[in-house]
């Protein structure tokens, strides 16, 4: 079966694939009914660093529906108000070149608007791939005229004014039923002979599940390693214990870690069902603070279920992601702070400069009281904002800061960004 993206998000994964997703993956929707706790403190620690924030961002695929319009293109990647703030763009690289030119104008756009544009590869051009074992691969001979393909795409999109960021030797490899497969030792192989002639950062392996089988033998291979520069995964039906990744942590050193696509927790809900929204927030907040991970990038950028609905406007998965890309920005570090300070509440905090910016999610059916520490953080007054069942990025109270101290409630089953300066 060809996955057609035009159509329902189940033409896309057969019933394996959503069965995985249902079964392994998803986190609780319903936190159990408790209520509003006692103050908890957080401790927030500028000075202990975790990693530095990429980026925030989405997927468009103009061959499987249709492009962004001009409007959309705004809205997805400027970060005004009733702006989701993306400053990641993925795009395919398609195997027919004629289809090229359909991406350029959000890309362009995007860029413009000061996004990273990374690209990914579904297939090869039909003359390089040959069957085997019901499934098709690239030919072993072919593996420099390849090569020659991604620098080709690279070159095409930077003479229309899209320098692209980051390309991927393959989209999904080890979930390949419908596009080309690759196994660690052919990624290897190619990372190894190959990817040092491609002319902008190497993204590999794009696991479709983050399984480690895939991205270990580049983390073990030295010559491999040396020519990749992202280490990218798809979080489709990871489970939270699957996040963490200590190879990485012991071989990565200057490579970038980045969570290329994912939706969550499927594509079959409307984006704008409350509190299942809320799931979006905790996803985020695991891919950052366990998977350490450096971007969050969704599926496409615009769907039912996607940050903007088919309408172009945020919905309600779109302001959970949102609390994250419009406040926490590129080059932004994360910081250590009490990730879960009870049950079904989830805290993480990031930095820039004398900035910290604060983001918790409560997913109980009654408000929590926060008492919050800023260690080596005077006074001031923050203004902060919430997304809740009747709210959407709604700016909210402001908290007054007293020697880095301050005390903020979190509305039931809500989102809530603190921005201290």
């Given at each position: 079966?060809?996955?057609?993206?035009?159509?329902?998000?189940?033409?896309?994964?057969?019933?394996?694939?959503?069965?995985?997703?249902?079964?392994?993956?998803?986190l609780?929707?319903?936190?159990v009914?408790?209520?509003?706790?006692?103050?908890?403190?957080?401790?927030?620690?500028?000075?202990?660093?975790?990693q530095?924030?990429?980026?925030?961002?989405?997927?468009?695929?103009?061959?499987?529906?249709?492009?962004?319009?001009?409007?959309?293109?705004?809205?997805a990647?400027?970060?005004?108000?009733?702006?989701?703030?993306?400053?990641?763009?993925?795009?395919?690289?398609?195997?027919?070149?004629?289809?090229?030119?359909?991406?350029?104008?959000?890309?362009?756009?995007?860029?413009?608007?000061?996004?990273?544009?990374?690209?990914?590869?579904?297939?090869?051009?039909?003359?390089?791939?040959?069957?085997?074992?019901?499934?098709?691969?690239?030919?072993?001979?072919?593996?420099?005229?390849?090569?020659?393909h991604?620098?080709?795409?690279?070159?095409?999109?930077?003479?229309?004014?899209?320098?692209?960021?980051?390309?991927?030797?393959?989209?999904?490899?080890?979930?390949?039923?419908?596009?080309?497969?690759?196994?660690?030792?052919?990624?290897?192989?190619?990372?190894?002979?190959?990817?040092?002639?491609?002319t902008?950062?190497?993204?590999?392996?794009?696991?479709?599940?983050?399984?480690?089988?895939?991205?270990?033998p580049?983390?073990?291979?030295?010559?491999?390693?040396?020519?990749?520069?992202?280490?990218?995964?798809?979080?489709?039906?990871?489970?939270?214990?699957?996040?963490?990744?200590?190879?990485?942590?012991?071989?990565?050193?200057?490579?970038?870690?980045?969570m290329?696509?994912?939706?969550?927790?499927?594509?079959?809900?409307?984006?704008?069902?409350?509190?299942?929204?809320?799931?979006?927030?905790?996803?985020?907040?695991?891919?950052?603070?366990?998977?350490?991970?450096?971007?969050?990038?969704?599926?496409?950028?615009?769907?039912?279920?996607?940050?903007?609905?088919?309408?172009?406007?945020?919905?309600?998965?779109?302001?959970?992601m949102?609390?994250?890309?419009?406040?926490?920005?590129?080059g932004?570090?994360?910081?250590?702070?009490?990730?879960?300070?009870?049950?079904?509440?989830?805290?993480?905090?990031?930095?820039?400069?004398?900035?910290?910016?604060?983001?918790?999610?409560?997913?109980?059916?009654?408000?929590?009281?926060?008492?919050?520490?800023i260690?080596?953080?005077?006074?001031?007054?923050?203004?902060?904002?919430?997304?809740?069942?009747?709210?959407?990025?709604?700016?909210?109270?402001?908290?007054?800061?007293?020697?880095?101290?301050?005390?903020?409630?979190?509305?039931?089953?809500?989102?809530?960004?603190?921005?201290?300066?």
């Open positions: 079966m060809t996955p057609r993206r035009d159509q329902s998000e189940s033409a896309r994964w057969p019933l394996s694939r959503r069965t995985v997703l249902a079964a392994g993956a998803a609780p929707v319903l936190a009914g408790t209520p509003a706790a006692a103050a908890t403190t957080v401790v927030v620690e500028p000075s202990n660093v975790q530095t924030i990429l980026g925030f961002g989405g997927m468009n695929h103009t061959a499987w529906i249709s492009d962004l319009t001009a409007a959309q293109r705004e809205t990647f400027g970060n005004g108000t009733n702006q989701l703030g993306f400053t990641v763009l993925r795009i395919p690289v398609h195997e027919n070149r004629a289809n090229w030119s359909r991406e350029v104008a959000t890309a362009r756009r995007a860029s413009e608007l000061g996004a990273k544009v990374i690209a990914s590869p579904w297939n090869p051009p039909a003359s390089m791939t040959e069957s085997f074992s019901g499934g098709k691969r690239l030919k072993y001979g072919s593996y420099g005229a390849y090569a020659q991604l620098n080709d795409f690279t070159a095409f999109m930077a003479s229309n004014g899209v320098n692209l960021y980051g390309i991927s030797v393959q989209n999904e490899p080890d979930y390949a039923h419908d596009w080309t497969a690759w196994t660690p030792a052919e990624i290897v192989r190619f990372l190894r002979e190959n990817a040092g002639s491609l902008t950062r190497v993204i590999a392996p794009e696991s479709f599940q983050y399984r480690k089988a895939m991205s270990d580049i983390l073990n291979d030295p010559a491999a390693l040396a020519n990749v520069d992202i280490i990218g995964a798809h979080l489709y039906g990871t489970p939270p214990g699957s996040l963490p990744y200590p190879l990485f942590q012991q071989k990565g050193g200057g490579k970038e870690l980045w290329t696509e994912v939706y969550h927790p499927n594509s079959t809900d409307s984006a704008d069902l409350w509190p299942q929204a809320l799931d979006v927030g905790e996803h985020i907040h695991r891919a950052l603070v366990d998977g350490r991970f450096q971007t969050y990038v969704w599926w496409y950028i615009r769907r039912s279920y996607g940050p903007l609905r088919e309408d172009g406007q945020i919905s309600k998965r779109g302001a959970c949102a609390h994250f890309a419009k406040w926490v920005r590129p932004y570090q994360r910081i250590t702070a009490t990730a879960n300070p009870q049950a079904n509440v989830y805290v993480s905090a990031f930095k820039s400069g004398a900035r910290v910016v604060i983001v918790a999610v409560n997913k109980n059916t009654a408000a929590v009281d926060l008492a919050v520490t260690q080596g953080t005077g006074s001031a007054t923050a203004p902060t904002w919430v997304t809740s069942a009747s709210a959407n990025l709604a700016r909210a109270t402001d908290v007054t800061i007293s020697n880095g101290a301050f005390n903020a409630q979190l509305p039931a089953r809500s989102m809530r960004t603190f921005v201290v300066n």
